[in-house]
């Protein structure tokens, strides 16, 4: 069952139906879908097709191995290549009389042994792109590496007229995996499992959410943990560093300073280099608050990935989690509570957001979005501080989302209770919203609020 990426596909297509010269990258963290998009793309096309996946393996091993699926899939005669620069010249030069699609999948492995292959590539487009027929597709995980490409000042800008930044699903498309559960246990399991399609193929949808929870994550050596495992040592040789700083994060030190001063206290070492790897990774994320963009002692790391936040939080950071021969019984003891009462709550808080953005996206919300984000409030005659979590800001000003996540419908008590809050506080929201798990009671007002329950998440 293929999920999703309509848009993506459909430009690809498109291109690929083309009859003149076509350039398309495509980039995105490991295991997000890339190489199947492309499998999709080309499924019923008709033209010849040259597909290579480089290896972690020298630029002359690749070179080898590409001319041999050259060789295989166009027949020709023996060939043999001393460089990438004769590489990229004959493949264009053939393709002037003879179309045909070039799929270089994993190219960023290419450019970390030899970055010039990219000005190799530039020089052949350069050189045949008006005559060429090619249809040139190039694809990576190492994110930074691929956008370096596209960059302005890049031997390759502006020679790649189709671009296609592949991002995890939300919590919505995520839902297509496990479409017969309760939306309760949706919100569950994309708080855990996140929005990585392969992880997310692993899935038991004829198991319980619990059960799927246990048996892929939490059971020793299951085969998400290995994942997790197997993709931050492919992403770096620092692997014991990443970890110690995956962890501090996920033991809920995010402030700067404070990563700081406890990863020094294992290696003495300072975290910029890991710190950007991991947003570069996906893994992490910075946040500022959208009234204080520029205030860097405000800014804190939040996990962009769910899957790896939930296995550092509590398995990882865990000192008895290698005596999980009972996983269920470890679940129930060292999970359950904390991840019902505290860890999913604050994942909703960050839905939240995304199922805003789709209300805005749709046309529901009256007033266009123009960011959203955390809210920082500083009364320093009273000495309060306070942050609130989901606020948009539009042409009108902000809006505050009270987010609960409970078994109670929230009632007008809550909302005056948060009305009270903002005024003390002399905080001017110019509306309030309210998104609630479980509805509201009947005399709250939602004309004059912004309410959604988690039923208008999956409508």
Known sequence: ??????????????????????????????????????????????????????????????????????????????????????FFDFIFKESISKEYILIIDEFSFLLEEDFSIESSLAIAIDKYKNESKLKLIVSGSYVNMMTKMIEYGS??????????????????????????????????????????????SFINPNKSADENIINLLVKKDSILEHEIVEMIFAETNKINLLNDLIGIIGSGTTKYKDIVSKLNQYNGSRPDYLLNKLIDMNIIRKVTPI????????????????????????????????????????????????????????????????????????????????DIGTYSFDDSKNKINREFDVVTKDLKGYISYECKYTNSPITNKIIEEEIKQTQNLDIHFYKLGFISKSGFAADVDREKYNCFNLNDFYK
Not at 162 to 181: G, Q, V
Not at 304 to 321: A, Q, T
Request: one cysteine or more; aromatic letters at 18%.
């Open 291 to 370: 009234n204080d963009k520029n205030n860097n002692k405000k800014m804190y790391y939040q996990f962009e990935d769910n899957l790896i936040h939930f296995y550092y939080k509590y398995i990882f950071n865990n000192p008895f989690s290698i005596n999980r021969t009972d996983a269920k019984f470890f679940y129930q003891k060292f999970i359950k509570d904390d991840f019902e009462k505290e860890y999913i709550p604050k994942k909703f808080e960050r839905i939240s957001m995304d199922y805003l953005l789709k209300c805005n996206f749709n046309g529901i919300l009256k007033e266009t979005i123009m």
């Open 155 to 200: 031997h390759s800008y502006g020679r790649f007229n189709h671009i296609l930044s592949i991002r995890p699903f939300d919590y919505y498309l995520s839902s297509f995996f496990y479409p017969n559960y309760s939306n309760e246990d949706k919100i569950k399991m994309f708080s855990v499992f996140g929005g990585v399609p392969y992880f997310n």
């Open 1 to 86: 069952m293929f999920i999703g990426r309509t848009e993506e596909i459909k430009e690809i297509k498109e291109a690929l139906d083309s009859s003149s010269f076509e350039s398309i990258i495509i980039f995105g963290r490991r295991r997000v879908g890339k190489t199947e998009i492309i499998k999709e793309s080309i499924r019923d096309n008709k033209l010849p097709i040259v597909n290579y996946e480089c290896k972690r393996a020298s630029a002359n091993y690749n070179l080898e191995m590409l001319t041999k699926v050259l060789i295989e899939t166009l027949g020709y005669g023996p060939l043999k290549f001393d460089s990438f620069d004769s």
